[in-house]
């Protein structure tokens, strides 16, 4: 019966908050702190899920304004990495071609064996250094995809549990939706 219910927190004590439902009709449920000792004040129900709608509502208007400013700069950040994975792409194949010729020198008696564990160490340690930037450069522009995919996802799931919230009739129901898109709301 409570749609808020594994969703909101007492801010002062961390326990969660329950309905408190009352036998006379004319008063509606309550949200309470399920601490006894905790001095935390309750609130009728839907007052707190009208605020909680309201904060949606809120942060639905922000994340479009957000997207719009911030898309544009994500799109010139992937532009970057992908300049730099192909820069550092062209220096590993140098890289690898130096080493290949070191070999060849050693080969045919141009380097000491000295020289040529001189030489490979500095190139290998080369090679790793460039392989470590490679993978930032994957990671960082995986994120910047991955940021992309949930501002495009987020905005319309956003908008459909302000839509169906309040068409919905069993507090299960608000629950799930509700939990689809917050993990936690606190409440003092």
Do not use: H
Request: a neutral charge; glycine letters at 2%; one cysteine or more.
């Amino acid at each position: 019966q409570n749609p808020l219910v594994g969703l909101v927190f007492c801010e002062k004590c961390g326990n969660p908050m329950q309905r408190r439902p009352y036998t006379k009709a004319d008063k509606p449920a309550t949200l309470i702190c399920s601490n006894s000792k905790c001095d935390n004040i309750s609130s009728k129900l839907y007052i707190v899920e009208n605020k909680i709608i309201e904060a949606l509502k809120i942060w639905l208007e922000d994340y479009k304004v957000n997207y719009e400013v911030k898309d544009n700069s994500n799109t010139e950040n992937s532009k970057i990495m992908e300049k730099s994975i192909a820069s550092t792409k062209k220096e590993f194949e140098k890289e690898n071609a130096k080493l290949d010729k070191i070999y060849d020198f050693l080969e045919n008696g141009v380097y000491s064996k000295d020289e040529f564990v001189n030489r490979s160490k500095a190139i290998k340690e080369n090679i790793e250094n460039l392989e470590n930037k490679l993978k930032e450069y994957n990671e960082l522009l995986n994120k910047n995809a991955e940021i992309q995919n949930e501002k495009e996802t987020m905005i319309p799931k956003l908008e459909n549990v302000i839509d169906l919230y309040n068409k919905l009739e069993t507090a299960e129901d608000k629950n799930i939706l509700l939990k689809s898109i917050i993990a936690k709301v606190t409440y003092l």
